[in-house]
C-alpha cells in the first residue's frame, strides 16, 4: 500500500472523533426545552411543548439509521424491523403487566399524575430522553470500558451497572421504595437487553414507552 493510503491519525481526525458524541449530545439536548414546556402549568407551552416534541421526533424516527453522517453514531439510533419494533412493544407491555402485579400485590401506588401533558412526557418525552441518555450514552461507554471481558460478561455487567444507575437517578422521587428501586432496576435491564438484542437504541425507547404506556392506562382507568 503505498504511504499515501496509509490513513494517519492526525491531531484533526482525534478532535473530530471525540467531537461526534458531544454533536450527538447537544442534538438530544433539543428535547429539553419541549420537555420544560410540557411540564409548564400554562396550556398554551404545554401545547408548543407538544408541538415540538412531536416534530424533533418525527425528524430523529425517520433519520435513524443515518444518523452516522452527520457525526451522529454513538447512542446507535439505528433503523429497526418491524418484527423487532413489535417484540420491542410487547417485551415493555409485558414488564409493564409486571410491575402492575407487583404494585397490586404489595399495594403500593404508582404515583402517576393526569392529563394529556404528563402522559405525552410519560409515554413520549421521558422514555426518549432516558434511553438516550442510559442505553445510549451510558451503556456504550460500558461496553467500551467492559470491552475486555468476554462479550457475555461484558454485556451482561453493562446492562446490569446501567440499570442500577438508572434506579439510583429515581432515589430523588417522593415516597420511592424499595421494592419499587429493584422494579426500577429491573425495567432498565429489560431495556438494556433490547438495545443490545436489536442493535438500536430506538428499541429500547419502544419498550419504556409502551411500558408507561401500560401504566399509565392502568391508573387512568384504575385497574
Wanted: proline fraction near 4%; hydrophobic fraction near 50%.
Amino acid at each position: 500500500m503505498p504511504p499515501s493510503a496509509t490513513p494517519s491519525k492526525t491531531p484533526r481526525n482525534r478532535t473530530c472523533r471525540w467531537a461526534a458524541p458531544w454533536r450527538e449530545f447537544l442534538f438530544w439536548l433539543l428535547l429539553v426545552p419541549a420537555s420544560a414546556a410540557l411540564s409548564s402549568g400554562m396550556r398554551t407551552r404545554q401545547l408548543i411543548g407538544s408541538i415540538e416534541t412531536c416534530a424533533f421526533l418525527a425528524v430523529a424516527i425517520s433519520s435513524a439509521g443515518r444518523m452516522k453522517s452527520l457525526g451522529l453514531e454513538f447512542i446507535a439510533w439505528e433503523r429497526i424491523p418491524r418484527s423487532a419494533v413489535l417484540s420491542s412493544a410487547t417485551i415493555g407491555f409485558a414488564a409493564g403487566l409486571v410491575v402492575l402485579g407487583i404494585a397490586r400485590w404489595s399495594r403500593q401506588p404508582l404515583g402517576i399524575e393526569y392529563g394529556w401533558n404528563i402522559a405525552v412526557l410519560v409515554i413520549v418525552v421521558g422514555p426518549a430522553l432516558e434511553e438516550i441518555i442510559f442505553r445510549g450514552y451510558l451503556l456504550t461507554l460500558a461496553i467500551s470500558l467492559t470491552s475486555r471481558m468476554p462479550r457475555c460478561i461484558s454485556s451482561a455487567v453493562s446492562i446490569i451497572g446501567v440499570a442500577v444507575a438508572f434506579g439510583a437517578a429515581h432515589l430523588g422521587r417522593t415516597g420511592i421504595t424499595i421494592l419499587q428501586f429493584v422494579c426500577i432496576i429491573f425495567t432498565g435491564s429489560v431495556y438494556g437487553w433490547m438495545r443490545l438484542y436489536c442493535g438500536s437504541t430506538l428499541a429500547a425507547v419502544i419498550s419504556h414507552a409502551t411500558y408507561n404506556w401500560a401504566l399509565y392506562m392502568s391508573a387512568c382507568c384504575r385497574i
